[in-house]
């Protein structure tokens, strides 16, 4: 018989198993998530899925379309432009912070270091490992503001980023994902303008200007099919 503990856990177990396979980009944008699929795979019942895909929403990683259910969320200019704009004044605000009060960029250092570890391994790691290292440097630089209420609004875009980035996968190896981000943080050591200056580089001309090349590339794709 299922516990009362377990039975309270089960939604986030679901969650979590689909959270990394959306992350890995196993199910494509518009992919239907099935209550009744879903809970034959995790033989639980009906209203646990229901409580794990809510989850998922509330992380940005799949919508409820009306008659539809569940979908992976898909991807659109304004997607991109309202998560990237978010990052933008979340990041640079904190970075800000971080260099007015001569805070310690040493843990966004350490962060690159595991990143290019990562990128050391034969084989490549999952792609979901990848977004994660890069996820944690630019967690890094909100944390050197200080402040927790910065850190709990990154917590918030945070798996709808990696979401975004695996749709940048075949533009990005984590070689190239490790060498792009050690640039970055030796400009940030610099401080001043230019390390603000580096920071807007690598949100606005490497992933917003990455993922609006491959919803066009996605773009082209459909109309020669004709969907």
């Given at each position: 018989m299922t516990t009362a503990a377990e039975a309270r856990t089960a939604p986030e177990r679901v969650a979590k198993v689909l959270r990394d396979e959306l992350l890995d980009g196993a199910h494509p944008v518009g992919t239907r998530l099935?209550?009744?699929d879903l809970a034959e795979r995790f033989d639980v019942g009906r209203h646990t899925i229901r409580s794990g895909l809510r989850l998922l929403v509330e992380?940005?990683?799949v919508v409820h379309e009306r008659n539809r259910g569940a979908v992976v969320a898909p991807l659109s200019k304004r997607r991109?432009?309202?998560?990237?704009?978010y990052r933008k004044v979340l990041e640079l605000g904190a970075l800000r912070m971080a260099l007015d009060a001569g805070a310690?960029?040493?843990p966004v250092l350490a962060e690159v270091a595991r990143l290019e570890a990562l990128a050391a391994r034969t084989p490549s790691p999952p792609w979901h490992e990848l977004t994660s290292a890069h996820s944690a440097i630019?967690?890094?630089i909100v944390a050197a503001a200080g402040n927790r209420h910065l850190?709990?609004?990154?917590?918030?875009?945070e798996d709808e980023v990696r979401?975004?980035?695996t749709f940048v996968r075949p533009d990005f190896d984590a070689a190239r994902m490790a060498a792009l981000h050690r640039d970055l943080v030796e400009k940030l050591q610099r401080g001043g303008e230019a390390a603000v200056d580096a920071l807007t580089e690598d949100i606005d001309h490497?992933?917003?200007a990455a993922l609006l090349v491959a919803l066009r590339r996605a773009e082209e794709s459909a109309r020669l099919l004709g969907r």
């Open positions: 099935r209550e009744e992380r940005g990683l991109i432009d309202e998560v990237f704009d310690d960029l040493g630019h967690r890094a850190l709990d609004s990154y917590g918030r875009c979401l975004l980035l490497t992933g917003r």
